[in-house]
């Protein structure tokens, strides 16, 4: 088989609206120094970097990668780039294991990054033209389908929001914080894209987040306890075509039946003990249970409505507080890939799960068209 | 076409642009002592962060030259000037800017040139208008 990959080091930012007191690349060096410092390693240590952030246009900073190699101390080391929009967090944390798992890197440090402040993320993903409809706008039709094909009571959307605010306020490092939510408060925040209301909605965040991966051997000398990779999917698809469910697309039902198979999980709802996946408005998680197989079509509400997906429940999801809480974009697929380790790592503080051994890492981009995943465990495969 | 962008820079390209408000030029020293300027927040050859500010003149030598005969549109100057690579007294390495001189004849390696500085500065790059023949004292 492949070469085993360990994550021996995870190191986030203390993601904020405005981190005006960091450059780019002061943003990027907060997460990686901190990556580095878990996995007791330095910057020289380092074989590879694999870098991910979304569009240029979000930043206005062209080809980012340009200008960081220098701060990131890739002076005559390789650095890349990844790009699949908002699963790009997710995507570069598996490019990065690829170099390792292929045997071509040792030690490879992966950052993924985004500094919303900078730019008009709206304005960015309409082509440098006002009056986009943004995420929201595109994303909540699909909303609207999905609460009318399974029926699900209004308040369910509502539920996610609340249980996500709460876990954020046991993670340092989220953004968005309000502890005194409640369902009413989410249900009389304002309307934003019908059915999403604010409450229910992403904050736009500036925040990096890095992760070091090494070799078997690596991991037989990590420091801390490391997290073992047991598999890695990513899948595409066009945005639109003739017969597409983008409330339930292909590529994401095809990406988790391919990261389950590699991680020998035939039972997910079962099998895996916790969940972080990318969640920018409510609603996405009980979209995404039924389309990764944790739950049958038209089921996925009743997991969050019965407090399966709490952190005391059964199939805990975004114990940190999700993209609900911190959404720094290029960053938020590998916050999910690096908190699914961390839990398998024992390493996530106040939203640790108890016992949480096998762990899904998820992100999905563009128009629901790209996906990443994977599954961590705290034993080599 | 909008232009919505802002940048935060940092302590290190943050300071260098304050202080040039100020007339002052700041360079970063790396652990191995080599003072870039302008300075960069994290040294190039170790990849450690860089957080040793210090002064450097507001002259120095040419190091490289090219003469533009005929100034573009976008040009600093509307008359024929050079761009040259500047290194400032106390610095390592060079910067690039516009030297306003009469003529190309004017102009040499190793020549010395200094900072005219713009009339009102905001700690912006513009800050420094242009170089110009370094007055004899």
Request: with cysteine; proline share 6%.
């Amino acid at each position: 088989m492949a070469e085993r990959c360990a994550i021996v080091g995870i190191g986030q930012t203390h993601h904020r609206k405005v981190r005006d007191d960091v450059s780019l690349a002061g943003l990027l060096r907060e997460a990686g120094q901190r990556a580095l410092d878990d996995a007791e390693m330095t910057w020289r240590d380092i074989d590879a970097v694999v870098i991910g952030t979304a569009p240029d246009s979000f930043e206005g900073v062209m080809m980012p990668e340009l200008y960081l190699a220098d701060a990131l101390g890739c002076a005559g080391k390789p650095i890349m780039r990844v790009h699949t929009a908002g699963s790009v967090g997710g995507s570069t944390a598996i490019v990065a294991a690829h170099l390792v798992q292929s045997g071509v890197r040792k030690r490879v440090l992966t950052i993924a990054f985004e500094k919303q402040s900078e730019g008009d993320t709206t304005w960015g993903l309409s082509g440098g033209r006002s009056g986009g409809v943004g995420a929201g706008g595109y994303f909540a039709p699909h909303i609207r389908a999905y609460i009318s094909r399974s029926g699900a009571p209004e308040y369910v959307g509502w539920m996610v929001a609340v249980k996500d605010r709460l876990n954020a306020l046991k993670n340092p490092y989220a953004h968005l914080k309000v502890p005194d939510i409640t369902l009413e408060m989410v249900r009389d925040s304002p309307m934003v894209w019908e059915p999403v209301r604010r409450l229910e909605s992403c904050p736009a965040s500036d925040g990096a987040c890095a992760m070091v991966l090494t070799d078997e051997a690596g991991g037989d000398r990590s420091p801390h306890k490391p997290a073992w990779i047991h598999g890695t999917a990513i899948r595409s698809e066009l945005g639109q075509f003739p017969g597409r469910d983008p409330v339930n697309p292909k590529g994401g039902q095809d990406c988790a039946a391919d990261v389950f198979k590699q991680a020998g999980i035939t039972d997910p709802r079962r099998e895996v003990d916790v969940i972080e996946m990318y969640v920018p408005f409510s609603w996405y998680e009980p979209m995404w249970l039924e389309n990764l197989g944790f739950a049958e079509q038209g089921g996925g509400w009743k997991l969050t409505e019965d407090g399966v997906t709490e952190i005391g429940g059964d199939l805990p999801v975004n114990c940190s507080g999700g993209v609900l809480s911190s959404n720094p974009i290029g960053a938020s697929g590998m916050l999910r890939f690096a908190e699914a380790a961390m839990q398998v790592r024992g390493q996530a503080g106040e939203h640790q799960v108890d016992g949480a051994r096998t762990a899904l890492g998820h992100a999905y981009g563009g128009a629901s068209q790209f996906f990443a995943m994977w599954i961590v465990r705290d034993t080599k495969p | 076409m909008e232009l919505l962008y802002r940048r935060s820079l940092g302590p290190v390209v943050g300071a260098f642009l304050t202080g040039l408000r100020d007339q002052h030029v700041l360079a970063s020293r790396t652990g191995a002592g080599r003072v870039i300027c302008p300075p960069l927040e994290y040294d190039p050859e170790s990849g450690d962060a860089v957080s040793d500010l210090v002064e450097v003149a507001s002259s120095g030598a040419v190091t490289g030259w090219t003469w533009v005969s005929e100034p573009l549109r976008k040009h600093p100057f509307d008359h024929p000037f050079a761009w040259v690579l500047v290194q400032l007294d106390g610095a390592d390495t060079s910067m690039l800017h516009a030297l306003d001189a009469s003529d190309m004849a004017a102009v040499s390696t190793g020549m010395r040139v200094q900072i005219r500085w713009a009339e009102e500065r905001t700690g912006h790059i513009t800050d420094i208008a242009c170089f110009e023949p370094e007055a004899l004292a």
